[in-house]
């Protein structure tokens, strides 16, 4: 029997906590035996409420230390902002007694915080990629659905964990037992843990010429560090004019119009689900100055970006 625990912070995603609790009580329910012993844990030991507001019932994680071998944090929204020395601590001094950590969504950015994934692999779900370009330090962040690296079990969220839950009942239980999981939920395809997060770019522009798909690619893997035309069509295979008639013929705009608006793209999301300061999210999108950011914002979007800022517009919890 492994023991599991699932910290919820204030505003976790339902849908990523069920798609991780749901295997692990089928397994339970498939089992001769108990497979897994599950704990619900928060840091005020009631009810913790999720981002569509139903609760779970918790223990406070301060009473709770011991009785584990692998505790999960799952966290939505702002995760950047949680602020708790004791939650800190407390997940130091279970990695010290040889629990096995892991973040669900936007827990990988609490463990982070807490200086866990150092020389760690980990993922994150994508929309908090900008929270590890604004922390201090070399991180291995891999943009996969979930990586699982000696004792960090880390996943995107949303989906993902369903895919993670068996990769980690096949290992304990073998491929058999965890497909029969699968097909009680009617899990037809199981993703690997290397299977992007987002929608291929095919999927979102439609079919492309392979240079134009290309050059998308690198343009959404250089957000924060812009490459030059001349380097995009270098990589891409193709002169600058080339590169560019074909973006014109494709999507309507030159190479540098849409690598703008995806770093605006980008921008907009930042501003619309966390508290950074717009001089760090024109850093973390590649503008020089937040005037420079603002701009280019207002003549793309049609108002300024604190308008974003706004309670009532805030993006879904991840």
Known sequence: MRRIAFLLVDGYALLSTAAALEPLRAANQFSPDLAYDITLLSNTGTRALSSVGAAFETRYFRDALPLFDLVFVVAGGDPARVSDPALMAWLRQADRNGVALGGISGGAVILARAGLLRDRRFTVHWHHYGDFDAMPGTWLLERRLFVIDRD??????????????????ARDFGNRFAERISDWFIQT???????????????????????????????????????????????????VRQLQRQFRAALGRSVM??????????????IGSTRLPLSEIAQMTGFSTPSHFSDAFRRLYGHEPSRLRQSDTQTPRS
Do not use: F, K
């Not at 079990?153 to 009942?169: E, F, K, Q």
């Not at 690598?259 to 907009?268: H, N, S």
């Open 152 to 169: 960090r079990y880390t996943c995107a969220g949303g989906s993902a964990p369903l895919d993670m839950m068996h990769a980690i009942i």
């Open 189 to 239: 395809e199981i993703r690997g843990a290397e299977a992007p997060q987002r929608v291929s770019i095919a999927a979102r522009y439609g079919a492309l010429p392979l240079a134009v798909e290309g050059a998308l690619e690198l343009m959404e893997s250089h957000i924060a560090d812009p490459l030059d035309q001349e380097q995009i069509a270098s990589l891409s295979g193709l002169s």
């Open 257 to 270: 119009e849409e690598y703008r608006r995806l770093r605006l793209e980008t921008g907009r999301e930042l």
